[in-house]
């Protein structure tokens, strides 16, 4: 397995010896911890063995090895990589034969380990009859002794009423409780909390899952005792079972072309053409590797915001393709994304403000649309990269409230040295984003923001620091919605995508306004980067109209064929 940064490998395992046998299957699993938002590279060595001396394992003549990463293997058909073994002169340099010999392939196959029930119980308890000002709780986990071990330790809780006390819900493994048996006895202790530390034991009793389920009260005495206003149960599956299961996580990236990033031929700009020193293109690049296998097509929507582009320099433009088609915003690849990017550059002239709404209310759409209208199998992930301070942080905050009830997940990378309070506020990891527009809360935590300079020396830490929390946040969706992992065809409902029936909506609107069929086309043929009816028409007259983000990304395209 590799150690990411230096690219050094350690050994995490070994098969057992197959003798005479040119099509060995091996039976000995290897496990390997998986990390969604780390690189995982790993190395398969093969040896053949003369000596079965154990301490003669370094003398074994070795054959060859393959190479691969961990999410080109979740990410394959079945599960499974064929993968021809690469000749090299010794196990350590690793340097390539030349010509390369045939020495025939390994087949890997991944599975997820399974580790414990994934049943998780749900529960509130309810303390009454207990005088003291502030109490809190303990629950215990009978050990095969007979002895009772803490696991978990609930909040403190002050006095509501004269001798009642509410706690907050408690998720809890029943592995982890229980052993995966329901009429285990489990222990609960409350303890009256003291400033000074030295907590004091008042109360114990043991109960079962059982009656928890059934809401039988905890009694300790007469007038003590734990009511259970609320508890359940359900399966609580991995990020992991997901991912094997064929989940696709969905990539879109909307990047700041505003001012203040300084004109990119100016050395201290942000958007300075240099890749050494550019942020917006190592961000790119660091998360983007990350999450380009677990996406099938690997096609990927890209948006700009914060500028003026050719087609419309009366204005800012604050949701434009930046492959200049907005009813086809996808470019091959993370490739595909950068030259994308890069080519913008030369054409779009940066401005301001820096409004976040309207690409993000763009994106919210595209999910609310195919969540809707299709069998879904996906999770959406938003990029956003800019430099710092939003103008329309109400507006911003309605869009994410809206998105915390769809399948997505937004990553804000903060580039340069701005003030990020903002993005702070976004995060909401202290304080739920509340909406006034819908009067309502954020059902969940759905975004996270990353500082670029704090991570800017180190590529593969930004990406972990950057996508650490899309798992918990993919697998909290699914459990709210009651989705278990499963294999289904995406299959959209309507015969037609997001993209299609943005662009067959302004069609109809433009027969209205009395376009012909062969004007719409030859303007829509050419690629609008806005969805805007006014934008077509300022166009559908002037021989002169080019659309040259659309032409710099047919040349792209040449390039990156897909």
């Not at 709210?480 to 067959?504: C, D, H, T, W």
């Amino acid at each position: 397995m590799g150690e990411g940064r230096s690219k050094e490998y350690m050994k995490v395992g070994q098969t057992e010896v197959i003798t005479d046998n040119l099509n060995p299957v091996f039976v000995r699993y290897i496990e390997v911890d998986y990390t969604f938002e780390e690189r995982q590279d790993m190395r398969i060595s093969v040896y053949d063995v003369d000596d079965f001396d154990p301490k003669a394992s370094v003398e074994q003549n070795f054959i060859g090895a393959v190479e691969f990463r961990m999410d080109q293997l979740l990410m394959a058909p079945d599960k499974t990589l064929t993968l021809p073994i690469q000749g090299y002169y010794t196990s350590l340099t690793l340097s390539p034969c030349n010509p390369p010999e045939n020495l025939g392939n390994v087949v890997i196959k991944g599975n997820e380990k399974k580790t414990g029930s994934r049943t998780m119980y749900r529960m509130q308890f309810r303390a009454r009859g207990f005088t003291q000002p502030a109490i809190f709780y303990r629950l215990n986990k009978q050990l095969t002794s007979g002895q009772f071990v803490a696991i978990y330790e609930s909040e403190t809780s002050k006095r509501v009423d004269t001798d009642l006390h509410d706690f907050k819900v408690v998720e809890i493994y029943s592995s982890e409780l229980v052993n995966d048996n329901e009429n285990q006895p489990a222990m609960i202790e409350v303890f009256s909390w003291s400033n000074k530390g030295n907590h004091k034991s008042i109360a114990k009793a043991t109960f079962t899952i059982t009656q928890a389920l059934e809401r039988v009260p905890i009694r300790f005495t007469p007038t003590q005792v734990i009511e259970i206003p609320m508890s359940d149960k359900k399966d609580q599956y991995s990020f992991l079972s997901y991912i094997l299961n064929g989940l696709q996580l969905a990539l879109t990236i909307a990047i700041d072309f505003t001012l203040s990033n300084g004109v990119p031929e100016d050395p201290k700009s942000l958007h300075y053409f240099d890749p050494n020193v550019n942020q917006y293109l190592k961000a790119i690049t660091a998360v983007g590797r990350i999450l380009e296998n677990y996406d099938s097509d690997k096609m990927f929507p890209v948006l700009g915001f914060g500028c003026r582009v050719p087609m419309v320099l009366d204005k800012t433009s604050h949701c434009f393709a930046l492959n200049g088609n907005i009813f086809n915003p996808e470019v091959p690849g993370i490739d595909g994304v950068i030259e994308c990017y890069k080519n913008a550059l030369r054409i779009v002239k940066l401005n301001g403000p820096t409004f976040f709404a309207h690409f993000l209310n763009y994106m919210v759409d595209m999910v609310e649309y195919e969540t809707v209208t299709c069998k879904m199998n996906k999770y959406y992930i938003f990029l956003v990269l800019t430099d710092g301070l939003i103008n329309d942080m109400e507006a911003t905050t309605d869009a994410i409230v809206r998105a915390s009830s769809l399948p997505i997940s937004i990553i804000i990378v903060g580039v340069g040295d701005e003030d990020f309070t903002s993005m702070n506020v976004l995060d909401a990891d202290d304080e739920p984003l509340y909406s006034k527009k819908f009067g309502k809360f954020m059902e969940r935590d759905i975004v996270q923001f990353v500082a670029f300079n704090d991570y800017k020396n180190d590529p593969l830490e930004l990406a972990k620091q950057t996508l650490e929390e899309v798992p918990r946040q993919l697998v909290s969706y699914m459990t709210a919605k009651g989705i278990s992992p499963r294999r289904e065809l995406l299959i959209n409902m309507n015969n037609y995508s997001f993209f299609e029936a943005q662009k067959m909506a302004i069609i109809q609107s433009l027969h209205g306004m009395g376009f012909s069929d062969e004007k719409i086309q030859e303007i829509l043929g050419r690629g609008l980067p806005e969805n805007s009816t006014d934008l077509f028409k300022t166009h559908a007259f002037n021989p002169y109209f080019r659309n040259l983000l659309s032409e710099a990304a047919s040349q792209m395209f040449q390039q990156y064929p897909h």
